[in-house]
């Protein structure tokens, strides 16, 4: 049992450079979600998935695209690098419904763009 | 806009002490409201979670406090261990769409020194 699951561990761009984080999860979870985490500023959400199918914009959006084709898989596009998106990016998934709502976060990307 | 302020940013402990973490919201609307213990180079974990039709909720040495007409939750943990030593985040979820979208704290740094 993997749980969340996020590739790499670790990545250097340079400004203007594309990419993909991966972000898969083995828990048949409905939710999915990536956050980014910069020091004094908490977890703030980029984008976020109810479903195959379904995404939405979170707090912090711009500079980043999600698609969900599955129910495993949600990975986060970064257009075009800059050094602003430098930071740690982390990848969870919840169930939707119930009385369970805890997430299970991914171990984090950690992103420097130069 | 912040809608979860947490407080302190941190805050060092001696072993065997009490350790307070304070959070207050703003939106009436949260429905439930997780903790979140993270170590180094680590996602963060769920710790304890409280919905808001209860004031208290205990699991083993941390208790969730809370007090739904100052809209302020706390964690508290009992006989704090060197162990302890995380960055703690407090968190709330909406009550009706975002799926199981969560607002994050910004995060205390806990120390527990012997």
């Known amino acids: 049992n993997a749980g969340v699951t996020q590739t790499p561990k670790f990545q250097v761009l340079k400004t203007g450079q594309s990419m993909t984080l991966q972000c898969a999860q083995d828990?048949?979870?409905?939710?999915m979600s990536w956050y980014r985490q910069d020091p004094g500023m908490g977890l703030r959400l980029i984008h976020y998935s109810v479903g195959a199918g379904i995404t939405d914009q979170g707090e912090v959006p711009n500079g980043y695209n999600v698609s969900r084709s599955t129910t495993e898989d949600f990975p986060l596009r970064l257009l075009s690098a800059a050094p602003s998106q430098t930071s740690v990016y982390f990848c969870?998934?919840?169930?939707?419904?119930?009385?369970?709502?805890?997430?299970?976060f991914g171990s984090g990307t950690r992103l420097t763009v130069v | 806009q912040q809608q979860v302020k947490q407080s302190p940013q941190s805050l060092i402990v001696q072993k065997g002490g009490i350790s307070i973490i304070n959070c207050a919201y703003e939106n009436t609307a949260f429905d439930y409201f997780p903790w979140y213990q993270q170590f180094p180079g680590k996602g963060p974990a769920l710790l304890i979670a409280i919905r808001p039709d209860v004031s208290e909720k205990k699991e083993g040495r941390f208790t969730i406090s809370f007090n739904k007409s100052a809209k302020q939750f706390s964690l508290h943990i009992m006989d704090s261990q060197p162990g302890d030593s995380a960055t703690y985040f407090c968190?709330?979820?909406?009550?009706?769409?975002?799926?199981?979208?969560?607002?994050f704290g910004t995060g205390t740094q806990l120390k527990v020194e012997l």
């Open positions: 968190a709330a979820k909406g009550k009706t769409g975002g799926g199981n979208k969560l607002t």
């Open positions: 969870a998934s919840s169930y939707s419904r119930g009385m369970n709502y805890g997430y299970t």
């Open positions: 828990m048949n979870h409905e939710y």
